[in-house]
């Protein structure tokens, strides 16, 4: 009954670490998404996959690394975090990722928040 | 560029008043629409969805959204709030383009109901 969770859900780091942060859901959905939140900006969509092993750029995807060798793990990496990337991250996850159709509604974790000294 | 606006950043309201929350968005084609909620502290969580059929869609909690394609828009109503729905509220618009899903968020209402 967990949905998605994510891990952890407050980190502190500093500049030019590498943070790594988790994604896990339970529902064996196909598609997966990275967003931030920020300030004035709303959600923007950092990466997304399809499926295990198929991940593609969404509108902010510079500064981070995202990998999926199983269905249920989105594991997103900040290489080399910057301050500019301190914000609070979300998880989502759709039955389907294709037009139309109530399967692709985006369910959301609680949220990683996230601050680069 | 496809968007999504919200016209209202902050919204302050007594309890029982009345709401509308505006959302236009910029696009030309087929699209799914979405209202989410964030309670303070909270994940966003879906408040309802417009896919096709009535315009008019009832969502959780009193909440109702109408879609009106001819000014690309799909406000949120609630006929009287109340204090615990105070949160902010996205709306999101899937541009169905290529068949691949392209999720665009608004930046955003905070309401916040006084008692």
């Known amino acids: 009954d967990a949905g998605i969770t994510q891990s952890p859900r407050y980190k502190i780091t500093e500049t030019g670490r590498q943070v790594t942060l988790m994604c896990h859901q339970t529902w064996s959905h196909s598609y997966m998404f990275w967003y931030r939140q920020d300030l004035g900006h709303g959600l923007r969509l950092i990466y997304y996959?399809?499926?295990?092993?198929?991940?593609d750029k969404g509108e902010v995807p510079d500064g981070y690394v995202v990998s999926r060798s199983k269905t249920e793990n989105f594991p997103l990496t900040l290489e080399s975090a910057t301050r500019s990337q301190t914000s609070v991250y979300f998880c989502?996850?759709?039955?389907?990722?294709?037009?139309?159709?109530?399967?692709?509604?985006?369910?959301f974790g609680p949220g990683t928040r996230l601050l680069v000294l | 560029a496809q968007s999504v606006s919200q016209h209202n950043h902050h919204v302050i309201l007594s309890e029982a008043a009345s709401l509308e929350l505006g959302c236009n968005y910029s696009?030309?084609?087929?699209?799914?629409l979405f209202w989410y909620v964030q309670y303070p502290g909270q994940h966003l969580q879906l408040l309802l969805k417009y896919f096709s059929g009535d315009p008019l869609v009832k969502g959780i909690k009193g909440f109702e959204a109408e879609f009106i394609k001819s000014k690309f828009s799909f406000n949120l109503r609630k006929p009287s709030v109340q204090w615990s729905d105070t949160a902010e509220y996205f709306c999101?618009?899937?541009?169905?383009?290529?068949?691949?899903?392209?999720?665009?968020f608004g930046i955003g209402t905070k309401l916040q109901v006084i008692p």
């Open positions: 996959s399809a499926a295990a092993d198929i991940t």
């Open positions: 999101a618009v899937n541009m169905n383009s290529g068949g691949y899903q392209k999720v665009t």
């Open positions: 696009y030309g084609g087929t699209v799914n």
């Open positions: 989502a996850s759709s039955e389907s990722g294709l037009a139309g159709g109530p399967r692709e509604t985006q369910y």
